[in-house]
């Protein structure tokens, strides 16, 4: 699985935007960006994915770079409930059914 | 409805013994998948089963034997249990055939303690 590279840890302030980057340098074509969370005490749930456009939904957005080898998740306006780790995941588009996770960027956001 | 759901949440063992944690997913998905968190907080893959076969089986030792008694369950058994075995454990489901575009939905973990 082709890897990705995140920073440790970021923080951010309650309501204001936060850009979580994310380096993918050999990312192949066939595969996808996948963002997940994991908020304390949970399980990793989904935020969204993209190929090669930038995606919207009603959590986050997207940001694939033109070459594809770096990406950002967006939150428009981070909450307290918005802490956890994000992980950012390369799938393989023919047989990418697994997610293999990196470490992830904890994200804290203050009051 | 929990749409992923884990049995039991924690679990507190001693070590040689043999314990089992249930996961059953209500979603009508096809795959299921166990993973493993360790106290550093990676998150692994364990096994992968689509329509009750098993199709991922990652360098897990003997010892840890996953059952799919029908697609919507995915168990996992493990025996002589050793201190190295206490994590969190998860299960995934995912829609058959979605591929690399696929959600997968997580449960809310089963905490193991191996004393």
């Known amino acids: 699985d082709a890897k990705t590279t995140q920073p440790n840890s970021m923080e951010s302030n309650e309501e204001e935007p936060v850009h979580l980057p994310c380096n993918h340098s050999?990312?192949?074509?066939?595969?996808?960006i996948h963002w997940y969370r994991q908020l304390p005490s949970q399980g990793p749930e989904y935020v969204i994915h993209?190929?090669?456009s930038n995606v919207n939904n009603r959590m986050a957005s997207l940001a694939i770079a033109e070459d594809r080898k770096s990406s950002t998740l967006i939150l428009h306006r981070a909450t307290l409930r918005d802490a956890a780790v994000y992980y950012c995941?390369?799938?393989?588009?023919?047989?990418?059914?697994?997610?293999?996770f990196g470490e992830g960027t904890q994200l804290t956001v203050n009051p | 409805d929990t749409a992923v759901s884990q049995t039991p949440k924690y679990l507190v063992t001693q070590m040689g013994n043999d314990k089992s944690i249930k996961c059953e997913q209500n979603?009508?998905?096809?795959?299921m998948y166990w993973y493993k968190q360790d106290s550093k907080k990676f998150l692994k893959i364990m096994f992968s089963?689509?329509?009750?076969?098993?199709?991922i089986n990652e360098t897990v030792p003997n010892r840890f034997s996953p059952k799919s008694p029908d697609k919507a369950h995915l168990n996992l058994h493990i025996n002589s249990l050793e201190l190295g075995d206490s994590a969190v454990y998860f299960c995934?489901?995912?829609?058959?055939?979605?591929?690399?575009?696929?959600?997968?939905?997580f449960g809310e973990g089963s905490r193991l303690t191996v004393l």
């Open positions: 995934a489901s995912t829609r058959e055939g979605s591929g690399a575009v696929g959600e997968l939905f």
């Open positions: 050999t990312i192949s074509g066939t595969d996808y």
């Open positions: 993209g190929l090669t």
């Open positions: 995941i390369l799938r393989d588009g023919p047989s990418g059914s697994r997610l293999t």
């Open positions: 979603l009508g998905h096809d795959t």
């Open positions: 089963y689509n329509n009750k076969e098993l199709i």
